[in-house]
């Protein structure tokens, strides 16, 4: 598919098959020790998964609500500030994080595909505008 152009589902759909669900079933089997049997089960653990990922971004935008947390966060982000909460300061997850990244930028598919998916998002901002 990388000789070939992709519309922006396609490009969705290359990136979370070869990135979030491998991500995704690696860390349920390293951290919890769960590996689903078949693909039913698969699929219940990525619905459950994106049930959890919007209870807590529910929980954030509460929080927010409350005592501005993720407005100090999203700053510290903008300003290039290095410190996250949740992460070791001695930089493993970082360093984690630019290591996949590079093995996975060598991946001509994946490369296109995030092109195609990150102009798409843009051109909806645009339109929104």
């Known amino acids: 598919m990388s000789d070939q152009a992709m519309n922006p589902q ?12 491998p991500v995704f079933f ?3 089997a390293q951290d919890y020790g769960i590996v689903p049997e078949n693909e039913t089960e698969a699929q219940q653990l990525l619905e459950i998964g994106s049930k959890l990922r919007a209870a807590h971004t529910d929980e954030l935008t509460k929080s927010a609500t409350a ?3 993720f407005l100090g966060y999203a700053n510290q982000q903008l300003d ?10 001695d930089g493993d997850y ?3 994080v630019k290591e996949v990244s590079a093995q996975l930028a060598q991946d001509p598919t994946l490369h296109h595909a995030v092109l195609t998916y990150q102009d798409a998002v843009a051109q909806t901002v645009l339109d929104a505008q």
């Open 10 to 21: 396609q490009a969705y759909d290359v990136l979370f098959g070869h990135v979030h669900l």
């Open 94 to 96: 970082d360093h984690a």
């Open 67 to 69: 005592d501005n947390e």
């Open 26 to 28: 690696e860390k349920l």
């Open 80 to 89: 290039g500030s290095p410190e996250q909460p949740g992460y070791a300061a």
